[in-house]
C-alpha cells in the first residue's frame, strides 16, 4: 500500500461499515466512495483493488477488537466478573442494529470464505487469537480460584466462543432484548457458574 494523504485508519473504519452493512460483494465502489470520502480512483492507488481494501480493513478490524479486548479486560475486577460485563457489551452490540458494532470476521467468513483463500486463512487466523485470548482468561480464573482447577480452559473457551456466535446469529432474527439476554445469562452460568464446581 503506497502512503497516501488520508486518514488511513479512519477510510478503514468507514470501509468495515461499509463491507458489514451490506457484504462485501454487495457493497459497490460508490457505497466505498460515500462511506470513505475517497474516489475510486483514490482508493485504487492506496489499496490496489476493492479486495485490497477489505484485506486492510480487516487488519485494522482485528487492531481495533483486540484494543476492545483488551480494555474489557483491565484485571480491575474478578476475571469471571469482567467476562459477564464483556458479554453483556456483546448483547448491546447486537441490539444496536449498528453495521459498524458487527462482527466483520463472521460476515466475511459467511459470505467469502469458500472463495477466497487469502480471506479465509486471515479470518481463521483472527478467530483463533480470540478463542486464545479466552482460554487465556479461563486459565488466569482458575490461577484466582475463581473456577475449578481442573476445568477445561480451553473447552470453555470453544463453548463461549460458540455461544457468541449464535447470540450474533440469532440477534439476526430475533433481536429482543429479553431473548438475547437470557440467552447471554445462560452461556454465562453454563460456562462460568458450571466450571466452578
Request: proline share 2%; net charge negative.
Amino acid at each position: 500500500m503506497r502512503s497516501a494523504e488520508f486518514d488511513c485508519e479512519k477510510v478503514l473504519r468507514a470501509a468495515m461499515t461499509a463491507f458489514m452493512d451490506k457484504g462485501y460483494g454487495k457493497t459497490s465502489m460508490q457505497d466505498l466512495k460515500k462511506a470513505t470520502g475517497l474516489h475510486p480512483g483514490s482508493i485504487y492507488c492506496a489499496f490496489e483493488s476493492k479486495r485490497g481494501l477489505l484485506l486492510a480493513a480487516l487488519e485494522q478490524y482485528k487492531k481495533d477488537r483486540n484494543a476492545e479486548f483488551n480494555d474489557s479486560f483491565p484485571g480491575k475486577a474478578a476475571v469471571l466478573t469482567e467476562l459477564k460485563d464483556y458479554l453483556d457489551n456483546i448483547v448491546q452490540e447486537c441490539l444496536s442494529c449498528d453495521a459498524s458494532k458487527a462482527c466483520l470476521l463472521i460476515k466475511a467468513l459467511n459470505e467469502l470464505a469458500e472463495q477466497d483463500d487469502e480471506v479465509q486463512q486471515i479470518i481463521t487466523s483472527n478467530l483463533a487469537l480470540w478463542q486464545q485470548s479466552i482460554t487465556d482468561l479461563f486459565e488466569q480464573a482458575k490461577v484466582k480460584g475463581e473456577l475449578n482447577a481442573q476445568s477445561d480452559s480451553e473447552h470453555l473457551a470453544r463453548y463461549f466462543v460458540m455461544g457468541v456466535y449464535g447470540l450474533r446469529t440469532i440477534a439476526q432474527t430475533h433481536p429482543q432484548a429479553n431473548v438475547l439476554q437470557q440467552l447471554a445469562d445462560q452461556l454465562y452460568h453454563d460456562v462460568c457458574v458450571q466450571g466452578k464446581h
